[in-house]
């Protein structure tokens, strides 16, 4: 494989997200997770609530709230988010309402991602799953505004669970264009080749979602 040379590979582990989210997922993946985590020297891991209380030195332990539909009343989502937190969790991954996003209803997209900030507060950084591919141009637009306004501190693509596919730079372009610089963009779904992962931070990602990380990072230049 050729490498990257536009960034280095500790650059780039340095924005990753270490995720296991797989239903099957067991304690001892977890475990395994943290040990792969650490050794390739990623940012963070990102696991299912009902996986905390997760040790991790040295790592960033972030999890998901209302996922993968959104179809969670926020009052859920909320709590989902506040019982993470309390048990360890630095950073909330939450999924819109995408049906809401898609109808044009963004006051109830607002309100679901003001009502899971209000649960945690400034105790956790959240990021906003937007499901970029589900959803035309002027509602990616629309949403990223939206989670500013609701005092998010990321957008995010994707859950990697949608049919409709994961991060495309496109989106990431468009969404880094809309929040310019104020909030991060975490680029999460499909990826899995350095060259796909550097085209998504080209086009404006600041984080990285990743489930396989290790042969991402075997193509940036050490």
Known sequence: MAQCASQTRTEVAAMIDHTLLAQEATQAEVAALVEDARAL?????CVSPSMLPVTAPGLVVATVAGFPSGKHHSL??????RLAVEQGA?????VIDVGAARSGDYTAVLADIVTVREAVGDRALLKVIIESAALPDEAIVEVCRIAERAGADFVKTSTGFHPAGGASAHAVRLMADTVGGRLGVKASGGIRTAEAAAELIAAGATRLGLSRPRAVLDGFPD
């Not at 020297?41 to 891991?45: E, H, R, T």
């Not at 630095?90 to 939450?94: L, N, P, T, V, Y």
């Open 41 to 45: 020297g990623v940012l963070a891991i």
């Open 76 to 81: 859920v989502k909320g709590a989902e988010a």
């Open 90 to 94: 630095a950073e909330i991954d939450m």
